[in-house]
């Protein structure tokens, strides 16, 4: 397997650090384009967030998959070139012995397990929040924060920030130096910092925000959307 954080830090110079993977969904029943029903899931070194389907295809069926760190043989997935452009890299180095779960192999983004001990990695154990949002035409968008501590700063940082490529007529994602990101991330957690999101949307109806779920939390943190309008507070721990 291919460890996606070591392929996306040996690539700095030449790529955006945001791998892309296409997810076929289960529903899906056809190969004409119109009618076809899969999306693009999102992975950088924060962790990944599941697909949502792009423009001139259905825009049915869902998935809740989310790519792990580690790229099963066979998997593809699309990187985007930086501006200086550059040579993609893929070296023996990023290779690591971590074997695909029977049970699920026909799963894509399998789940994974150390099987060979001679190769070791440690779980990340940086405060995640999976932030849902559902739209008026049903579809669901989830982005991700993750405070890095000094891994990561309150700009934009190659490897943790994710720009959305993707946005759709009604959407929602964070917004950092004039940047539109699904994937954000901070440095170290303060319960007093706020950070901006954007909604859109282009049809009239009601829209629901929840905490799709949360990571390396105390289950007691309370997690809040603020209006600014109104300066009104919700717990999403407490109900979307």
Known sequence: AIDASAF????????????????????????????????????????????IAPALISGLGSSTRIPGRFIPVGQAFFVKGSASGGNIEFKNSQRIFVKEDDLNSNVMFRNETITNPNDSYQEDQYEKI????????????????????????????????????????NDMYFTNSNSKLTIQGEGYFNSNNIYPITVKTSITGNVKFMLDGSENFDSTQPIYIHNSTTDSYQDLRNGS
């Open 8 to 51: 996306i830090m040996d690539n700095a110079s030449s790529a955006t650090g945001t791998l892309h993977f296409w997810e076929h969904y289960p529903s899906n029943n056809t190969h004409i384009l119109a009618g076809y029903q899969g999306g693009y899931a999102t992975r950088n070194l924060v962790g990944g967030i599941p697909p």
């Open 130 to 169: 999976r932030l849902g949002f559902t739209t008026a035409t049903n579809l669901h968008r989830q982005v991700l924060l993750g405070f890095m501590n000094d891994k990561a700063t309150n700009g934009l940082d190659y490897g943790y920030d994710s720009i959305l490529f993707d946005e759709q007529q």
